[in-house]
């Protein structure tokens, strides 16, 4: 039977080429032999986030015990890609009260929502933290243009 490295590759090709019909059934699979990896429901919750089924990545996000940066950082891109830019950013403080500390995409992240939100009072905060823990992303200066023009 495949492991969850042979999955990885899977659900990466089948996001690729946009198929989410084998994407579905890959991940029905995949219940059914009851495997799971962060690296797996990561890339899972972003697959189902891309193809617009944000209730089925949702459902892998709560079920992960061992949330690690990577997965709650794609549940907020999924959040943010597909409108939902308040929850997105809820997902972020969530993610700070729970002790998680954010990575670079995970600021890249909450900053677009605060932007997409028109919050500049939350960007300001967002940003500072960034200066405060010397976040650096090559992204981040266009995202900060894009803040600063509120």
Request: proline share 1%; hydrophobic share 40%; glycine share 4%.
């Amino acid at each position: 039977a495949p492991n969850h490295v042979t999955y990885v590759s899977i659900i990466k090709g089948l996001i690729h080429i946009h198929d989410f019909d084998n994407f579905k059934l890959v991940y029905k699979e995949i219940q059914e032999n009851s495997i799971q990896n962060e690296k797996l429901d990561c890339l899972l919750i972003h697959g189902f986030s891309k193809f617009r089924d944000l209730n089925t990545a949702k459902k892998i996000f709560e079920k992960n015990e061992n949330k690690n940066i990577e997965i709650w950082t794609a549940m907020m891109d999924g959040l943010c890609e597909n409108g939902f830019q308040k929850d997105s950013f809820e997902l972020f403080l969530k993610l700070k009260n729970s002790g998680m500390i954010p990575n670079s995409v995970t600021y890249l992240i909450a900053l677009k929502s605060t932007i997409q939100l028109n919050n500049f009072e939350n960007f300001k905060n967002v940003f500072q933290e960034t200066i405060d823990n010397s976040i650096f992303h090559q992204k981040l200066d266009s995202i900060l243009i894009s803040g600063f023009a509120l």
